[in-house]
């Protein structure tokens, strides 16, 4: 006799095959749940439907593709729709002419929506950037079909013309004196001197640093290599400095994970002030250089960058090229690098030294006599 294919349900008295009742769980588990259903947006969108604010999402998602590009453009566009929402406009009813007005009166005020909200300053490059966020977070929805136009796409934003960096530079003794004020006795001084130095001697980026892994420090003959994770999926390798080597190996030492190769390098600390398995944030990196740098006795504002603009504009007045500085920094273009480590102002001091120390003007220089060639 064939296996009974009908189970009775006791508590309705209905009466299901064991091929339905897999095919009811089958659907059950592959049930497919939107990303989107779940995702807080801004009320704009959230106003406009399920369509509006899918494409919002993907925006953000699959347009963008840098972690610290999306968290900027996010900020910009939040800023530009809540203004959006306080003048009770939709979606559909933003005009190029109040995109125009935002960006020209009150783009980037203070947020009255958040509590103890700092203001920020009206600088041209953050316009610039905001801008540039709406117009394509608009024109995402233009050609997505949620909107007819992009109300962005005809405003024209701040002229700006960079020709030399704001990033502050040490130089070489407030250097020295910030690695050398360092208490070394626990491990969080040994993992502020090797984070520290990495960013003095191999000219990196903050994100890439602290996106290092143990692993990413390796061997090659008797000399220490980098490898950095740079913006843009690069990964770029570089010989360690002798002294940020000795600072590595120190840190390494003390916090015993050279056998922890895929882990992070530079970590948190608990409560007792040990060392976590999380990896640093570039919050924690700054609150670092804050405070090492006030208790070196440093008045010059400091920045995760400090060091990266401090070491190569170091290099660049030690006789270094510009090309090879530019390959070292993943730069590019020379003209980013040159904009970077503002070499013009420190060759001028570096000469105003030269002289001071009898090395003379070449002004000075015994004029040579006149060739045919």
């Not at 203070?110 to 490059?125: D, E, F, G, I, V």
């Amino acid at each position: 006799m064939a296996k009974r294919e009908l189970i009775i349900h006791r508590r309705q008295g209905e009466r299901y095959s064991d091929r339905d009742q897999e095919n009811q769980n089958l659907i059950r588990t592959k049930r497919q749940v939107s990303v989107t259903e779940h995702a807080v947006v801004p009320a704009l969108i959230e106003n406009a439907g399920k369509k509006a604010k899918r494409k919002f999402v993907e925006f953000f998602t699959t347009h963008i593709e840098n972690d610290n590009t999306r968290a900027a453009y996010a900020e910009a566009v939040d800023r530009f729709l809540h203004w959006c929402q306080s003048l009770h406009l939709s979606i559909e009813t933003i005009e190029p002419t109040l995109v125009a007005l935002y960006f020209k009166k009150h783009c980037p005020e203070t947020r009255p929506y958040k509590k103890h909200s700092k203001p920020t300053l009206k600088a041209k490059s953050t316009k610039k950037q905001h801008l540039a966020a709406v117009r394509q977070m608009f024109d995402h929805l233009t050609s997505s079909g949620v909107i007819e136009f992009n109300p962005a796409s005809s405003v024209k934003g701040p002229k700006l013309v960079v020709e030399q960096g704001k990033t502050p530079v040490l130089g070489p003794e407030d250097a020295t004196r910030l690695l050398d004020s360092i208490d070394l006795t626990k491990i969080a001084g040994l993992r502020d001197r090797a984070l520290i130095g990495t960013l003095f001697y191999a000219f990196a980026r903050i994100g890439a640093v602290l996106a290092m892994n143990v692993d990413d420090l390796y061997e090659n003959g008797r000399t220490l290599w980098l490898r950095l994770h740079e913006k843009g999926g690069k990964n770029h390798e570089m010989p360690a400095h002798h002294q940020l080597a000795k600072y590595l190996d120190a840190y390494l030492d003390a916090a015993v994970i050279r056998g922890e190769k895929e882990t992070p390098i530079f970590r948190t600390l608990d409560r007792k002030r040990n060392l976590t398995a999380k990896r640093m944030l570039r919050g924690d990196a700054y609150r670092v250089m804050q405070r090492r740098a006030k208790q070196a006795g440093i008045t010059v504002p400091v920045c995760n960058h400090t060091g990266r603009a401090s070491g190569l504009t170091d290099y660049m007045l030690n006789g270094g090229s510009l090309e090879d500085a530019r390959a070292m920094a993943n730069h590019s273009s020379s003209k980013v690098t040159r904009m970077y480590v503002r070499i013009d102002q420190k060759m001028k001091q570096a000469e105003v030294e030269r002289v001071r120390f009898g090395a003379g003007d070449l002004s000075d220089a015994p004029e040579q006599p006149a060739t045919d060639e």
